[in-house]
Nanobody, 121 residues
């Protein structure tokens, strides 16, 4: 199987910055998309940003201009640089990957266990 391990969460004051990292390991044939989702207390999990293996990126409107996603296809890693953080960015952030474990395998969705980000106002 594929494992995703996140790191870099923590506590920061509003207006500050944090960087999250995620590394995928295990039985990886190809990863097509890696990204970040978040879930705040009492809310549904939502997309934050994604990056395709071709380098295309997509951001939630709420983070455009403040967050930047980047990655290394060869290392199967993805990072999220979060600047100008707001209290409403407080959530558990989950790494996500869409990929295959073999040549003929169907695409699967993999999730990390999540890392907490708390932004104090």
């Amino acid at each position: 199987q594929v494992q995703l391990v996140e790191s870099g969460g923590g506590l920061v004051q509003a207006g500050g910055s944090l960087s999250l990292s995620c590394a995928a390991s295990g039985r990886i044939f190809r990863i097509d998309v890696m990204g970040w989702y978040r879930q705040a207390p009492g809310k549904q999990r939502e997309l934050v940003a994604t990056r395709t293996s071709g380098g295309s990126t997509n951001y939630a409107d709420s983070v455009k201009g403040r967050f930047t996603i980047s990655g290394d296809n060869a290392k199967n890693t993805v990072q999220l640089q979060m600047n100008s953080l707001k209290a409403e960015d407080t959530a558990v952030y989950y790494c996500n990957a869409v990929g295959r474990t073999g040549t003929w395998a169907t695409a699967q969705v993999f999730w990390g266990k999540g890392t907490q980000v708390i932004v104090s106002s």
